[in-house]
Nanobody, 121 residues
Framework: QVQLVEFGGGSVQAGDSLRLSCTAS????????MAWFRQAPGKEQEFVSS????????YYGESVEGRFTISRDNAKNTAYLEMNSLKPEDTAIYYC??????????????WGQGTQVTVSS
């Protein structure tokens, strides 16, 4: 299995940028597709972004396309989410996930505990 830990969350103002990281341990990081999801209070979990095992392909949710960038460094066992032009509606707990394919659906077998991102106007 894979153990995932997110970090890099915090409180920022609208328009600011933030970089989230997800570090994996347990099994070979490169063997899994990675993804980011987020969940705001009272709302369903939302797909943010995903990336293939090699990093050759990336995918983004409609609400973050053009603003967020997912990447990975397999040598560091870490996936990243660069968030730019943050909006108050980006406020949520962000979770990283690992699985066999970079699907936009929350069916990944491994999940981190989440990191809070708060964007104020």
């Amino acid at each position: 299995q894979v153990q995932l830990v997110e970090f890099g969350g915090g409180s920022v103002q609208a328009g600011d940028s933030l970089r989230l990281s997800c570090t994996a341990s347990g099994r070979t990081f490169a063997g899994y597709a990675m993804a980011w999801f987020r969940q705001a209070p009272g709302k369903e979990q939302e797909f943010v972004s995903s990336i293939t095992r090699s990093g050759a392909s990336t995918y983004y949710g409609e609400s973050v396309e053009g603003r967020f960038t997912i990447s990975r460094d397999n040598a560091k066992n870490t996936a990243y989410l660069e968030m730019n032009s943050l909006k108050p509606e980006d406020t949520a707990i962000y979770y990283c996930a690992a699985g066999s394919v970079p699907t936009s659906r929350p069916v990944y077998p491994y999940w981190g505990q989440g990191t809070q991102v708060t964007v104020s106007s």
